[in-house]
């Protein structure tokens, strides 16, 4: 999967998830756009988490050794990205 | 299809009596324990929908990749039992400090690790069950138990706020906290103090491990769709 691949993938999670969980997410939700004011509330975000873990077959919040909080949306996908990379190379 | 309960600490004890009861009330169960007791395999011949996967869950860092595999294999859980627990004894001024920390990462830990990776899938189902095995020692004194009443303290402090955490998406949390029941953790309350607890008891007994199964039971089915973050508990009247 590439990178671009990824990147579609955690979005449309993201609206699944925002939906599931009775969200209204901003529009357009931009790789600037701050986590916290994209309209899915705390629960939500742990919901885009499992969702992704399900899908992707890892969570890298568990595997960090300390705890990390992006702040946006470019943030997250990107930890996710350096996950998939080390995934990827086994 | 089956709804899948997980069960820890299920190799006996009141987890034992979990188990039987949810088989046959028509769930399915995953029993997690370090060992495959005999009494599991037993009623694993009876039982097709009961399944076993070996888990220590000292080891707390394994927790997330055991979550992992359970999803896996099995689906998302439709509820988690947290019923494994350890129940030692003795004056908090004698025990060793590696006790201490042992019972807290086996009694409060654990569960919420399990709490953890496996409130995600009920997340995603917009319903579950979370039940936590309390004790009457979490609200009431007992010589000798000074730790492991803070560990089941402890448990009942996150259920509630676990309960609102998670309610809009339709999960309950709660307790059920047993009095005095005769299993092998109790093993060493004999003589006197056991006749002392029974003759206490408004209705002249112990709860059976059955008793306090019964009331996981209830919490799990459709008619408790409106009890979260409570603590049930099930003691022949002890505590009264």
Redesign the interface.
């Known amino acids: 999967m590439t990178k671009t691949d990824l990147h579609h993938q955690i979005r449309n999670c993201l609206q699944q998830v925002a939906e ?2 009775n969200c209204q997410l901003i529009e357009p939700v931009t790789d600037d756009t701050v986590l916290l004011q994209s309209g899915l509330d705390s ?1 939500g975000f ?2 885009l ?3 992704l ?2 899908e992707l ?1 890892f ?1 890298p919040f ?1 595997e960090m050794e300390i705890a990390v909080y992006p702040r946006t949306f470019a943030e997250f996908v990107s930890i996710y990205q350096q996950y998939q990379l080390k995934y990827a190379g086994g | 299809m089956r709804k899948l309960v997980v069960v820890s600490g299920a190799s006996r004890g009141l987890g034992l009596a979990i188990c039987r009861q949810l088989l046959q009330t028509g769930y399915a169960v995953l029993a997690l324990a370090r060992t495959h007791s005999q009494d599991l395999q037993q009623l694993q011949q009876q039982q097709p929908a009961l399944h076993f996967m070996a888990a220590d869950l000292a080891e707390l860092a394994e927790i997330p990749a055991l979550c992992s595999r359970i999803v896996k294999a099995f689906g998302r859980p439709y509820a988690l039992i947290n019923n494994a627990a350890v129940g030692y004894d003795g004056v908090l001024a004698t025990m060793h400090n590696s006790e201490i920390g042992s019972l807290l990462n086996i009694n409060v830990q654990a569960p919420i690790l399990l709490s953890k990776y496996l409130l995600r899938p009920m997340l995603l189902n917009q319903s579950g069950r979370i039940v936590n095995i309390s004790s009457i020692i979490a609200r009431t004194g007992f010589n000798g138990l000074s730790v492991y009443a803070a560990s089941k303290a402890a448990l009942e402090g996150f259920s509630k706020s676990l309960a609102r955490e998670v309610g809009k998406a339709g999960i309950t949390v709660n307790c059920v906290a047993p009095g005095y029941m005769q299993t092998e953790m109790t093993s060493s309350l004999q003589g006197d103090k056991l006749e002392s607890i029974k003759r206490r008891s408004p209705l002249g007994r112990l709860a059976t491990p059955d008793d306090a199964a019964a009331a996981v039971l209830y919490l799990l089915s459709e008619q408790a769709g409106a009890v979260t973050g409570t603590v049930i508990t099930v003691d022949a009247g002890s505590t009264a």
């Open positions: 599931l969980a629960l742990a919901m988490v499992a969702q873990e399900e077959g969570d568990s």
